[in-house]
């Protein structure tokens, strides 16, 4: 091999056409390739952790215990009797609210409801302390309340590993929250009841009090009345009437008085005096008066004056005149005297009125005293009077009262178990494990690190991808081996990709690359089947190909040809022990095969000296291509020296398994101006996944012309 035949890689890169020289993709459309690539590239993880889930999830329902849920329905009215209170006497019945239907919710979930279960049901009987605490605590645990919609109806549910025992739970719920509502409504009207009671005769005992102290006050400040005034107003009152009609019989009485003194100092007799003419003895007096002087009148004209019967008869008017006169005195003496009578009498009354005014006005200061205590003993009155009004209501709405809740429904045994529910677990199994998966596939998706796409390649690299290699079993999966498959299927897309490889190594090295060497950054990626199919692909073209196994520890080639100990190989012909001779490649041996013998030992030194240089010389007069097949670079530092014996590298990848970082730091060893690599060979490419990744891929588009390899 000589200088001039040695290509460099920049005069390779330039004969290729880089696939990150395409122009990127428009982004006025939305493009969900890369995201259905994604989930079809980590379809078998997603589902693998969602089978996991899903399999953790029907463990779990079965490992559960059975539990059975049974429900009953209650629901709330407003029919219960009114709720009497100490300081309101008329209270409002209490509307039915959201507050009100939570405060019932906490009352039937209450340690006090579930101790009424567990006494009515006798889930404690023969427990001790710890015991009965442990039945409580299930009780709250596994009661349930909720309010259906906005209604008033509560569904009570009670969960159990017995179904008759959920059932009878539930219903023994219900019953002692619609008891609880009665018993609690006639302990609130009894309460009420005992507390009006007391009530009562503390406001007796003040509306006695206060109204024995107004009467009192009345009897001390003489206020007594019998017609709604003070007895000093009435006796006022009297004395003014009693005043009023003697003022009048005084007045007429001396009227009279005057009169008749005016008619005897007038020369009257005394007869016309009114009380005179109404008198009876004067007109009697007058009767007689008038018989006397008749018969006096008789006499005078019958006999002389000095007749004896005319002297009787005139001496009979005299003395009946006589008697007038003293009757007519006596009439005047009389009412000289009820004149004074009535003067005195009026005087008297006067005196007596002005002594009731006086009274009056020390009863008026009195009076002060007296509006407030009326006004205090008016209002213990009233405020007694409710009282006794209430609490005749509430005895006569003893034993009437009704709960604020109604059974709408029992509980039924349920028939089939509420947990585990299989099929919903299964689903939210599936959901959590599709959704794990995601998270799985996206988080090895962050850490991946291999090469997928030619554009990858060269963007991490700077290396053009010159081929891809397809995963056998990809392709065709009727071949077993693919150190064969070339041979077997010559006409197959995996032995189109070693041609591809061969027309691309040409192409950079304008076919002027006559030794050929294939490594890697690390073991097991291929490189040793390349090496064998790209030689076997060369020598079917008709091109005298020699294939030499390079790679000391792991002998690939050497082993897929079942080389034993002690037959002569590549170590042998280099120490000189066993030399070369040419003329057994004939010209009918178009493909040959130098490989390693087995051994312990391993003389990189022959390989890194002149012995091989002056082989592949040799070598390269009887040989139209040289097939090296070297060891990795990473472990092996002798690749290096063996690389730069070549006119071509090909540096072979796994796609999608070696770290792009381990292939950098491989390329890293191969300085370009001592190792020409001319390309990266994606090797055991997945066909049938490769169209889950970049539509700049050739091989994106395998499977629409899959039938050109029928």
């Given at each position: 091999?000589?200088?001039?035949?040695?290509?460099?890689?920049?005069?390779?890169?330039?004969?290729?056409?880089?696939?990150?020289?395409?122009?990127?993709?428009?982004?006025?459309?939305?493009?969900?390739?890369?995201?259905?690539?994604?989930?079809?590239?980590?379809?078998?993880?997603?589902?693998?952790?969602?089978?996991?889930?899903?399999?953790?999830?029907?463990?779990?329902?079965?490992?559960?215990?059975?539990?059975?849920?049974?429900?009953?329905?209650?629901?709330?009215?407003?029919?219960?009797?009114?709720?009497?209170?100490?300081?309101?006497?008329?209270?409002?019945?209490?509307?039915l609210t959201g507050e009100l239907l939570e405060t019932q919710v906490e009352i039937i979930g209450s340690r006090e409801?579930?101790?009424?279960?567990?006494?009515?049901?006798?889930?404690?009987?023969?427990?001790?302390?710890?015991?009965?605490?442990?039945?409580?605590?299930?009780?709250?645990?596994?009661?349930?309340?909720?309010?259906?919609?906005?209604?008033?109806?509560?569904?009570?549910?009670?969960?159990?590993?017995?179904?008759?025992?959920?059932?009878?739970?539930?219903?023994?719920?219900?019953?002692?929250?619609?008891?609880?509502?009665?018993?609690?409504?006639?302990?609130?009207?009894?309460?009420?009841?005992?507390?009006?009671?007391?009530?009562?005769?503390?406001?007796?005992?003040?509306?006695?009090?206060?109204?024995?102290?107004?009467?009192?006050?009345?009897?001390?400040?003489?206020?007594?009345?019998?017609?709604?005034?003070?007895?000093?107003?009435?006796?006022?009152?009297?004395?003014?009437?009693?005043?009023?009609?003697?003022?009048?019989?005084?007045?007429?009485?001396?009227?009279?008085?005057?009169?008749?003194?005016?008619?005897?100092?007038?020369?009257?007799?005394?007869?016309?005096?009114?009380?005179?003419?109404?008198?009876?003895?004067?007109?009697?007096?007058?009767?007689?008066?008038?018989?006397?002087?008749?018969?006096?009148?008789?006499?005078?004209?019958?006999?002389?004056?000095?007749?004896?019967?005319?002297?009787?008869?005139?001496?009979?008017?005299?003395?009946?005149?006589?008697?007038?006169?003293?009757?007519?005195?006596?009439?005047?003496?009389?009412?000289?005297?009820?004149?004074?009578?009535?003067?005195?009498?009026?005087?008297?009354?006067?005196?007596?009125?002005?002594?009731?005014?006086?009274?009056?006005?020390?009863?008026?200061?009195?009076?002060?005293?007296?509006?407030?205590?009326?006004?205090?003993?008016?209002?213990?009155?009233?405020?007694?009077?409710?009282?006794?009004?209430?609490?005749?209501?509430?005895?006569?709405?003893?034993?009437?009262?009704?709960?604020?809740?109604?059974?709408?429904?029992?509980?039924?045994?349920?028939?089939?178990?509420?947990?585990?529910?299989?099929?919903?677990?299964?689903?939210?199994?599936?959901?959590?494990?599709?959704?794990?998966?995601?998270?799985?596939?996206?988080?090895?998706?962050?850490?991946?690190?291999?090469?997928?796409?030619?554009?990858?390649?060269?963007?991490?690299?700077?290396?053009?991808?010159?081929?891809?290699i397809p995963l056998l079993s990809s392709v065709d999966g009727a071949i077993d081996h693919p150190a064969t498959a070339?041979?077997?299927?010559?006409?197959?897309?995996?032995?189109?990709?070693?041609?591809?490889?061969?027309?691309?190594?040409?192409?950079?090295?304008?076919?002027?690359?006559?030794?050929?060497?294939?490594?890697?950054?690390?073991?097991?990626?291929?490189?040793?089947?390349?090496?064998?199919?790209?030689?076997?692909?060369?020598?079917?073209?008709?091109?005298?190909?020699?294939?030499?196994?390079?790679?000391?520890?792991?002998?690939?080639?050497?082993?897929?040809?079942?080389?034993?100990?002690?037959?002569?190989?590549?170590?042998?012909?280099?120490?000189?022990?066993?030399?070369?001779?040419?003329?057994?490649?004939?010209?009918?041996?178009?493909?040959?095969?130098?490989?390693?013998?087995?051994?312990?030992?391993?003389?990189?030194?022959?390989?890194?000296?002149?012995?091989?240089?002056?082989?592949?010389?040799?070598?390269?007069?009887?040989?139209?291509?040289?097939?090296?097949?070297?060891?990795?670079?990473?472990?092996?530092?002798?690749?290096?020296?063996?690389?730069?014996?070549?006119?071509?590298?090909?540096?072979?990848?796994?796609?999608?398994?070696?770290?792009?970082?381990?292939?950098?730091?491989?390329?890293?060893?191969?300085?370009?101006?001592?190792?020409?690599?001319?390309?990266?060979?994606?090797?055991?490419?997945?066909?049938?996944?490769?169209?889950?990744?970049?539509?700049?891929?050739?091989?994106?588009?395998?499977?629409?012309?899959?039938?050109?390899?029928?």
């Amino acid at each position: 091999m000589n200088e001039n035949s040695l290509i460099k890689y920049d005069a390779a890169a330039s004969a290729v056409t880089p696939y990150g020289g395409y122009p990127p993709p428009s982004t006025d459309r939305m493009d969900l390739s890369e995201s259905i690539g994604f989930f079809r590239r980590q379809l078998k993880l997603i589902l693998a952790v969602a089978a996991i889930v899903v399999a953790l999830g029907l463990a779990a329902s079965f490992l559960m215990g059975t539990t059975y849920r049974a429900e009953s329905e209650v629901m709330l009215t407003n029919e219960a009797a009114i709720v009497a209170q100490s300081n309101a006497v008329d209270a409002p019945q209490p509307a039915l609210t959201g507050e009100l239907l939570e405060t019932q919710v906490e009352i039937i979930g209450s340690r006090e409801m579930a101790q009424l279960v567990s006494n009515s049901l006798g889930l404690a009987n023969g427990l001790d302390v710890a015991g009965q605490r442990e039945v409580l605590d299930r009780l709250q645990e596994n009661v349930s309340i909720e309010r259906k919609g906005e209604s008033f109806a509560l569904t009570i549910a009670y969960e159990a590993e017995d179904a008759n025992q959920a059932a009878a739970i539930a219903n023994e719920y219900t019953r002692q929250f619609v008891n609880w509502e009665l018993s609690s409504e006639q302990e609130r009207n009894a309460g009420a009841r005992e507390i009006v009671q007391q009530r009562l005769a503390e406001l007796r005992s003040q509306a006695q009090a206060d109204t024995q102290a107004l009467q009192q006050y009345r009897i001390n400040n003489n206020l007594l009345s019998t017609s709604g005034a003070s007895l000093t107003e009435q006796e006022i009152s009297t004395y003014n009437q009693a005043v009023t009609t003697a003022r009048a019989e005084a007045a007429e009485d001396q009227a009279r008085l005057r009169t008749a003194q005016a008619q005897l100092r007038s020369g009257s007799l005394g007869d016309d005096v009114g009380e005179a003419l109404g008198s009876p003895v004067v007109g009697s007096l007058r009767s007689q008066e008038a018989l006397v002087a008749a018969e006096v009148a008789d006499l005078s004209s019958k006999y002389g004056p000095n007749h004896p019967q005319l002297i009787r008869a005139r001496s009979q008017l005299a003395e009946v005149r006589q008697r007038i006169d003293a009757e007519i005195g006596r009439v005047i003496s009389n009412l000289q005297a009820r004149q004074e009578v009535s003067a005195q009498r009026l005087a008297s009354l006067n005196a007596s009125l002005s002594n009731a005014r006086a009274k009056l006005s020390q009863n008026n200061n009195a009076m002060v005293g007296l509006s407030e205590l009326e006004r205090s003993a008016e209002a213990s009155q009233e405020i007694y009077q409710t009282y006794l009004n209430r609490y005749k209501e509430l005895l006569a709405a003893e034993g009437s009262e009704t709960p604020r809740a109604r059974i709408l429904t029992l509980a039924q045994t349920p028939i089939f178990p509420n947990s585990p529910n299989i099929p919903l677990n299964v689903a939210l199994s599936l959901v959590l494990g599709l959704g794990l998966g995601f998270l799985a596939a996206h988080f090895r998706e962050s850490l991946f690190e291999g090469l997928s796409t030619p554009d990858e390649v060269e963007s991490e690299t700077g290396v053009p991808c010159i081929a891809s290699i397809p995963l056998l079993s990809s392709v065709d999966g009727a071949i077993d081996h693919p150190a064969t498959a070339v041979q077997d299927a010559p006409k197959s897309a995996f032995a189109e990709s070693f041609r591809s490889l061969g027309a691309s190594i040409d192409l950079a090295t304008h076919g002027q690359a006559k030794v050929i060497a294939i490594t890697s950054a690390l073991p097991n990626e291929s490189k040793t089947v390349t090496s064998c199919c790209l030689a076997s692909v060369l020598a079917a073209s008709g091109q005298r190909t020699m294939l030499i196994d390079c790679d000391l520890r792991r002998q690939g080639i050497s082993r897929l040809l079942n080389m034993q100990e002690g037959q002569k190989g590549l170590i042998d012909v280099l120490n000189g022990s066993a030399p070369l001779d040419l003329a057994d490649y004939d010209d009918d041996n178009v493909f040959c095969v130098l490989p390693l013998s087995p051994s312990k030992e391993e003389p990189e030194h022959l390989l890194r000296g002149q012995e091989f240089t002056d082989l592949i010389e040799r070598l390269s007069e009887h040989f139209d291509r040289i097939i090296l097949d070297l060891p990795p670079v990473l472990p092996i530092a002798a690749t290096r020296i063996l690389a730069s014996r070549a006119d071509a590298v090909v540096f072979c990848t796994r796609w999608r398994s070696t770290s792009k970082l381990a292939v950098k730091a491989a390329l890293r060893r191969l300085p370009p101006e001592h190792v020409n690599v001319v390309g990266v060979a994606l090797s055991a490419v997945d066909m049938r996944k490769r169209s889950f990744l970049d539509p700049n891929d050739p091989n994106f588009y395998y499977s629409q012309y899959e039938s050109y390899y029928a």
